[in-house]
């Protein structure tokens, strides 16, 4: 399976989840969440997918720069939580956010290669 088809599978375990603890519109803030998780650990892997077998400075490097953007990713949450925290509850809208980032985090490997 295709990292970003694995990314939009555990948007919707996790949007379905939302919708039966929660409702719809807990649902969608989430499942938003969970779809740019899964954007930044796509650009995450492709940054460094390109320096894999380079030097190690250079691997650190993409690792870094992936790391930057998943950090980026909780930045723009917590504005999105600040500024429009009625139409994107904290709680919800975290469990989307991390509920596709971490199980992708530790299949990241798989698909280096």
Known sequence: MKLAGL??????????????????????????????????????????????????????RGWGIGMGLRLGGAAVWMVVVLLWGELFPPIPTAIGYLGVLIPLLFTEIRFLK
């Open 7 to 60: 990314g939009i599978l555990l948007t919707a375990l996790v949007g379905l989840l939302l919708w039966v603890g929660w409702d719809g519109h807990v649902a969608l803030a989430g499942g938003a969440f969970g779809l740019l998780a899964t954007l930044i650990h796509v650009a995450a892997v492709a940054a460094l997918k390109r320096v894999w077998d380079a030097p190690f400075r250079q691997l650190v």
